[in-house]
């Protein structure tokens, strides 16, 4: 069965080191998607993928890359973890068909910056 | 800009009874929306698209473009409705990224 995996499913870091969280999925979507989950804020997006080679940036993008060589993955790299930084990540891809358009999350991966 | 608004942060409820979560966005155009659910440590999952116009677990969601709203509903809830429930919308067209509402936290008591 198609799905989307992401790895770690929990880290510890420490301030300032380089992180990356893996996403990699099996659907064949073109459009890939990075949030973070934090309480009273809900999903903001950080990056998002339309395709290989295309990035852009979200509401909350400062601190993170992304990059998009391949259909399947789009990790996330924080360049210097930051204690704001702890939350949980969730990674989504979807369809450009029209009518199938709704985001498959991954199960989350969650960060803690000490 | 797109923005979704979800009143309550937290609902309680007791079994049986009817549930409605509100959601209100803001959009000019002809939006896209989406219930997504959370249970326990689960990922988030699809509950329902509003052009689908479906009853999952019970549950329906209408588009009232005249007051920009997409509530949820469900006339009589169960103990495993309990979960966080998110409003999200696409604006549409080649966007393809979902602006998330801030999640109405539902419990229900037995």
């Known amino acids: 069965d198609a799905e989307i995996t992401q790895s770690p499913r929990h880290k510890i870091t420490e301030t300032g080191r380089q992180v990356t969280l893996a996403c990699h999925q099996t659907w064949n979507h073109n459009n890939m998607f990075w949030y973070r989950q934090d309480l009273g804020h809900g999903l903001r997006l950080i990056h998002y993928?339309?395709?290989?080679?295309?990035?852009n940036k979200g509401e909350v993008s400062d601190g993170y890359s992304v990059s998009r060589s391949n259909t399947e993955d789009l990790p996330l790299t924080l360049e210097s973890a930051a204690s704001s930084q702890t939350s949980v990540y969730f990674c989504?891809?979807?369809?450009?068909?029209?009518?199938?358009?709704?985001?498959?999350f991954g199960q989350g991966t969650r960060l803690t910056v000490v | 800009a797109q923005r979704v608004t979800q009143p309550e942060k937290l609902l309680s409820v007791f079994k049986g009874a009817p549930v409605e979560l509100k959601c209100n966005y803001s959009y000019s155009g002809s939006p896209e929306l989406f219930w997504y659910v959370q249970y326990s440590r689960q990922r988030l999952q699809l509950l329902l698209r509003h052009i689908s116009r479906e009853s999952i677990k019970g549950f329906t969601a209408d588009l009232n473009k005249g007051e920009t709203s997409f509530h949820l509903k469900k006339p009589f809830a169960q103990e495993e409705d309990s979960a966080m429930y998110y409003c999200a919308l696409r604006s549409g067209g080649s966007n393809y990224k979902l602006t998330f509402g801030k999640g109405t936290l539902l419990t229900v008591n037995p």
């Open positions: 993928s339309y395709g290989v080679q295309d990035t």
């Open positions: 989504a891809s979807s369809e450009t068909r029209a009518g199938a358009t709704e985001a498959f």
